[in-house]
């Protein structure tokens, strides 16, 4: 966290950090205040269909959503109307991620970036990151 910050830096986790070998690490860090998660019912409601479909235990699927939810900030993505994510995110499902970043006044989006194009990178803001 950046010490001259009057708030902790927030951000936006998409569906393949949240549950990627890092998820726990990740929570506890948000958990202990050194970020502030955002997420949506979007990034929520995703993440228990793609557990699903990986075969995640009920119960262990149950308990990451639990967790997630006990330290992130849900923003309503869908009170960002208009834009033109075509530009500069290929696939349309991260359209939501997108607006949960702009909803949620994230400092930090970080998603897959193999859905982004590999070319213009620069129409993305200064306030993206990407793996």
């Given at each position: 966290?950046?010490?001259?910050r009057q708030r902790p830096i927030r951000a936006v986790l998409d569906t393949n950090v949240l549950l990627g070998a890092a998820r726990r690490r990740l929570l506890l860090l948000a958990s202990l205040g050194a970020y502030q998660l955002v997420t949506s019912q979007y990034i929520i409601d995703e993440a228990q269909r793609v557990m699903g479909r990986l075969g995640w235990s009920p119960k262990g699927a149950e308990a990451q959503l639990q967790a997630i939810r006990l330290v992130a900030?849900?923003?309503d993505e869908q009170t960002i109307a208009g834009g033109n994510y075509e530009l500069?995110?290929?696939?349309?499902?991260?359209?939501?991620?997108m607006a949960t970043a702009l909803?949620?006044?994230?400092?930090?989006?970080?998603?897959?970036?193999?859905?982004?194009?590999?070319?213009p990178a620069?129409?993305?803001?200064s306030r993206c990151a990407g793996s």
């Open positions: 966290m950046d010490l001259d900030e849900v923003v500069w995110l290929r696939d349309p499902s991260d359209h939501p991620i909803a949620g006044k994230a400092d930090y989006c970080r998603m897959l970036m193999s859905a982004w194009p590999a070319a620069h129409k993305c803001s």
